[in-house]
């Protein structure tokens, strides 16, 4: 901002259009698959390194696991960042 300051012919306008926190597959979707499918590998195989069929196999077993409710109650808290958003002039000063 004190940059833009400086160049009289530059404005500065916080813009929040690319926040990972209001984006639903960051925000929600992509960690809940990253845990069910640790869990599913977990379950299958203990501690070792699973062969490409068992990863194969287990990022299957996620989507089967990823429940549509899931994704919903993301974009809800999804939508209720944006508004903290829009409440703060753009910024995400809130978090």
């Known amino acids: 901002s004190e940059q833009c300051q400086q160049r009289n012919k530059w404005y500065w306008e916080p813009q ?3 926040m990972p926190y209001a984006n639903n597959l960051d925000l929600a979707v992509f960690p809940c698959m990253s845990k069910i499918h640790s869990h599913l590998l977990k379950n299958g ?51």
């Open 45 to 95: 195989g203990g501690k070792a390194v699973g062969d490409n069929d068992t990863i194969w196999n287990r990022c299957l077993g996620t989507w089967d696991e990823l429940t549509s409710n899931k994704i919903a109650l993301g974009f809800v808290l999804a939508k209720r960042i944006a508004e903290r958003v829009i409440e703060n002039g753009g910024g995400n000063e809130f978090l």
């Open 16 to 18: 929040a259009a690319q």
